[in-house]
């Protein structure tokens, strides 16, 4: 478990340090970091399935599926920032980011990635009465829970690292509000931060059978100028699972990864 878990945050750092595209270029559907051993096709995987999206018999899209996360929510958001926006620190919230250091990410200590982060591995969507529930297999096996039943959110919510969720239908597209977090997670591998100020707006859409896009609103003026959005084009593994992955148990790696973020 130890080797396995150096070779994919080396591998997510590696990544991370590539060189990101162009200002203004949309991000690649379905971005991927290597496979790590012991987990042939995680990384790389077959081709994206082609065809329709499929749809639940009262007529919504069906997200399903064990879908890849998009590398842009794994190794530095700036990779999938929409077109014409742009990512403006506070002085503070900058100097902060400079300082922290690649062992130091709560992700790399088996916390919670928060949101919109996600861990390089696979995850799902399960349902429930008025519910919706994103699994997880990264970290500690964690889950986002999404009220679908018309509430509010609470007055002054406990921060969380997952906070409050409510979510509604516009047409075909699910929409999640989220408040109520905590400061302790990193957007990335590079160190984006934020605080308890954060807001999150999520638009799901599945235009096709194996494409699931996320266009996300990040609002949090306690540690960046302006909203910025991203889009993030998670891919279906049709021959995918959500593995048992136990992160915390003997967990001494982070003391191996030495150096600062690489933004």
């Not at 080797?3 to 203004?24: D, E, H, I, R, T």
């Not at 906070?163 to 160190?191: K, Q």
């Not at 996320?214 to 021959?239: T, V």
Request: charge should be negative; glycine fraction near 10%.
């Amino acid at each position: 478990m130890k080797n396995l878990f150096v070779s994919v945050m080396m591998a997510v750092s590696l990544w991370a340090q590539a060189p990101a595209p162009a200002p203004g270029a949309l991000p690649p559907p379905g971005g991927s970091i290597p496979d790590a051993p012991g987990r042939a096709g995680r990384g790389r995987g077959p081709a994206v399935p082609q065809g329709p999206a499929p749809r639940l018999p009262d007529g919504k899209p069906d997200f399903s599926g064990v879908w890849r996360p998009d590398n842009g929510l794994v190794g530095n958001i700036t990779r999938i920032l929409k077109p014409g926006d742009e990512i403006v620190l506070k002085p503070e919230t900058e100097k902060l980011m400079k300082g922290r250091k690649a062992g130091q990410d709560p992700e790399a200590n088996c916390l919670p990635t928060g949101v919109p982060r996600m861990a390089p591995y696979p995850w799902t969507i399960a349902t429930a009465p008025g519910r919706l529930f994103f699994l997880f297999e990264g970290n500690i096996h964690s889950y986002r829970q999404i009220f679908l039943d018309g509430r509010k959110h609470p007055n002054d919510p406990d921060p969380t690292w997952y906070g409050h969720s409510i979510g509604r239908w516009e047409g075909d597209t699910l929409v999640v509000d989220t408040i109520g977090f905590n400061d302790l997670f990193w957007f990335d591998f590079a160190g984006h931060p934020h605080t308890e100020k954060l807001h999150v707006v999520e638009r799901y859409t599945r235009p096709d059978l194996g494409t699931l896009v996320d266009e996300i609103l990040i609002d949090d003026p306690g540690a960046y100028e302006k909203p910025f959005h991203l889009i993030a084009r998670n891919r279906l593994d049709p021959n995918g699972e959500v593995m048992e992955y136990i992160c915390q148990e003997n967990n001494q790696d982070p003391s191996h990864i030495v150096g600062p973020v690489r933004p």
